[in-house]
């Protein structure tokens, strides 16, 4: 069964700085895109930073030249870095990733818990 685990969510002031992790536990052949969402109270879920395999990486423009997302692929973990963090990134994160389970098999969606960043004086 595979499962992502996230990590490092809390409460920071404005213009500190957050690390989140996300770990792929279980079996399973083959791992894409690696992705972070979050989703603030009455707002839809939106991608905030996207990264494939080979390393390309895509932004939302309001995080652009804050937030930094990078993967370890021996790992199979995918982290985001939060610097200079504003209260309108209050939200839960959610780490999203693209596995092939096994090497016939397609590839499935896989969803993280969810972990609450909060920017608050």
């Known amino acids: 069964q595979v499962q992502l685990v996230e990590s490092g969510g809390g409460l920071v002031q404005p213009g500190g700085s957050l690390r989140l992790s996300c770990a792929a536990s279980?079996?399973?052949?083959?791992?894409?895109?690696m992705a972070w969402y979050r989703q603030a109270p009455g707002k839809q879920r939106e991608l905030v930073a996207a990264?494939?395999?080979?390393?390309?990486?895509n932004y939302a423009d309001s995080v652009k030249g804050r937030f930094t997302i990078s993967r370890d692929n021996a790992k199979n973990t995918v982290y985001l870095q939060m610097n200079s963090l504003k209260p309108e990134d209050t939200a839960v994160y959610y780490c999203?990733?693209?596995?092939?389970?096994?090497?016939?098999?397609?590839?499935?969606?896989?969803w993280g818990q969810g972990t609450q960043v909060t920017v608050s004086s």
């Open positions: 999203y990733a693209e596995i092939k389970q096994y090497w016939y098999s397609s590839t499935r969606d896989y």
């Open positions: 279980g079996s399973f052949f083959s791992m894409n895109a």
């Open positions: 990264i494939i395999t080979s390393g390309s990486t």
